[in-house]
């Protein structure tokens, strides 16, 4: 059975930083990409960040370009996604995605709160 398990959220100053983990089992973790999506409350959820499964290639959302990295430890099948320079706009769940055999997976997400 996949699972994907998030942590590391928190509430935040402007400014600040966080680094949210994901870790994966059920599935050969090294083989997939995984991603990084959120939700804002009445919004739609949104990508923010991909990494190839040999975290060779990565990219991100326009929005969080220059202030987002997203890596992986295939030892340890998890990813990461460290956040820098939060701004309030980046409050939301964020949620942990993996799509295996055609399917996608998701965490159960973790609170992201960006205020002063």
């Known amino acids: 059975e996949v699972q994907l398990v998030e942590s590391g959220g928190g509430m935040v100053q402007p400014g600040g930083s966080l680094r949210l983990s994901c870790a994966a089992s059920?599935?050969?973790?090294?083989?997939?990409?995984m991603s990084w999506f959120r939700q804002a409350p009445g919004k739609e959820r949104e990508f923010v960040a991909t990494?190839?499964?040999?975290?060779?290639?990565?990219d991100y959302a326009t929005s969080v370009k220059g202030r987002f990295t997203i890596s992986r430890d295939n030892a340890k099948n998890t990813v990461y996604l460290q956040m820098n320079s939060l701004k309030p706009e980046d409050t939301a769940v964020y949620y942990c995605?993996?799509?295996?055999?055609?399917?996608?997976?998701w965490g159960q997400g973790t609170q992201v709160t960006v205020s002063s």
């Open positions: 990494i190839l499964w040999s975290g060779g290639r990565t």
């Open positions: 995605n993996a799509r295996v055999a055609g399917r996608d997976y």
């Open positions: 059920g599935f050969t973790f090294s083989r997939y990409d």
